[in-house]
């Protein structure tokens, strides 16, 4: 009785597990073995080719391109989305009476559609656009760029818009950290004498730190597997100026070199699993040690 019990759970977990495996495992397995491979379109069956396809990746400056913008891409948003969430969650925890109106406001950019972003901004970023009308208006003329066509820029325009779509996401995870959070320890650190910002890092911090580690973990992974933000916005142009892994895949697919494109799918999914993972499990260790 007692072990049937205990096969209980696990005959609950296997039907999802059987359709994970179907689904996930089985093709990334297979996808493994075809990125060694020279499968392609316009050709009738493939030949094992070993590392040619990799060996590749690192030789083709597009795709090395690709990879640097995969990675700033990521370090920006990554910095940018949890230091305004953030900002914005210990702002919007005080008793505020339009707390409630801002945090909607706030956080409503991350249920809108990246198509209907970049019909919004693509105007507003143009040479011609809102953004430089309004800095020359102020004086400002020095700070007015060709966001969207300098091939120096354009990935960290990207990334500030995935910054501002975003950190309204990260903020409402930030609350709801803070909001469990005991008023006893900072009533506590109150009569203690301590500042704001010694009760911030002293008890808000590693008390924060379980919401922390999942912010951590969404904006890493959908940093490494930008793609619709790219593609939308500048399609990986001007030129090749704002390639990502993404894109480079679409594009190798939509060559035909499907052996390559899913070489890049490959190294993206080691890339995330090894940065990933020694994260996670630093921050756990972390938690326990506050």
Known sequence: MKISRKLYSYYLIWPALLVYSVFFVVPAI?????????????????????WDNFER???????????????IFAVVTVIGKNLIGLALAVGLNMRLKSRNILRAIFYSPSIL??????????????????????FESVGLDFLAQRWLTDPQIVIFTVAAISIWQHAGFQMAIYLAGLQSISKD???AATIDGAGAWRSFRSITLPLLLPALNINLMLTLIGGLKVFSEVFVLTGGGPGNASQVVGTIILRS??????????????????????????LLIFMRRKEVSE
């Open 185 to 187: 320890y900072y009533e």
């Open 113 to 134: 559609s990246v198509l209907v972003i970049s019909i919004v901004f693509t105007p507003m970023l143009r040479s011609e656009g809102t953004i430089n009308r309004i």
């Open 253 to 278: 697919f939509g060559e035909g070199s499907w052996g390559l494109g899913t070489a890049v799918n490959t190294l993206l999914f080691a890339a995330v699993t090894v940065i990933a993972i020694p």
């Open 30 to 50: 297979i996808g493994l073995f075809y990125s060694f491979t020279d499968w392609r379109l316009d050709r009738v069956g493939l030949n094992f080719i070993g």
């Open 57 to 71: 990746i690192f030789t083709d400056k597009t795709l090395l391109l690709a990879i640097k913008n995969t990675l």
